[in-house]
């Protein structure tokens, strides 16, 4: 069955620090993979997508992922943090198909430190 | 434009009530969702509209959990005889079938 790991429950980093938070999933075929970030009483905004062609794939707030289907890893980073990123991010693969189900990870919540 | 709507934002109700919760699709999105986000669970699917087939309800927990759209638009997700494990953030999304869902602000439920 289709899952997504997220190893990393709760990370600090330093406002204009980079950032990596790590996504792996288990899928059959090509993965249709997400990532969605949650701000403290707010709904999920998708933060970029993956379904083919490049394996970097830019997304909106200055995020980008890689796609690395022999790590079967979706990896979310920024290159400099600001204070205003601190939220839960999660990671995400489409159950079947595109517009299908989607399978969330846990989630890794990021705190931002002055 | 309006965004994916949910009402209401918060409901507490008592154990073995039922309630209703409703959510706005964006217009003219085909594809509806239904999520329960809890503190031990995480996300969770619990059902999905896609046009007039028939709905994927392979995420529902049990028999008590329902939903239904009416007209392609709007849709109702009702639990009956409400259990305090019920408790937790039901969230909707919609999209047009594709690869984007986009997800409303959430009902909070809260069962006593």
């Given at each position: 069955a289709q899952s997504v790991t997220q190893p990393d429950i709760h990370i600090t980093v330093s406002e204009g620090a980079s950032l990596e938070l790590r996504c792996n999933y288990s899928y059959g075929a090509t993965p249709y993979l997400f990532w969605y970030v949650q701000s403290p009483g707010q709904g999920l905004q998708l933060l970029l997508k993956y379904?083919?062609?490049?394996t970097l794939v830019q997304g909106i707030k200055g995020f980008e992922a890689e796609f690395k289907r022999s790590q079967s890893s979706f990896n979310l980073r920024k290159p400099s943090v600001h204070w205003s990123d601190a939220a839960e991010y999660f990671c995400a693969v489409a159950r079947n198909q595109a517009g299908t189900a989607l399978i969330f990870g846990k989630g890794t919540t990021l705190s931002v430190s002055s | 434009g309006a965004g994916v709507s949910q009402s209401p934002s918060n409901k507490v109700t008592e154990k073995g009530k039922d309630v209703e919760l409703r959510c706005d699709p964006i217009s003219g999105h085909t594809a509806l969702y239904w999520y329960r986000q809890s503190l031990g669970q995480g996300l969770e699917f619990l059902i999905y509209f896609q046009?007039?087939?028939?709905?994927?309800?392979?995420?529902?927990?049990?028999?008590r959990f329902s939903a239904e759209r009416t007209g392609g638009s709007v849709s109702t997700l009702t639990i009956q005889?409400?259990?305090?494990?019920?408790?937790a953030v039901y969230l909707c999304a919609s999209g047009t079938g594709g690869e984007t869902q986009y997800f409303g602000p959430g009902t909070r439920l809260l069962v006593l």
């Open positions: 379904f083919s062609g490049d | 046009g007039n087939s028939a709905p994927d309800k392979s995420g529902l927990p049990s028999d005889r409400t259990q305090q494990e019920d408790s």
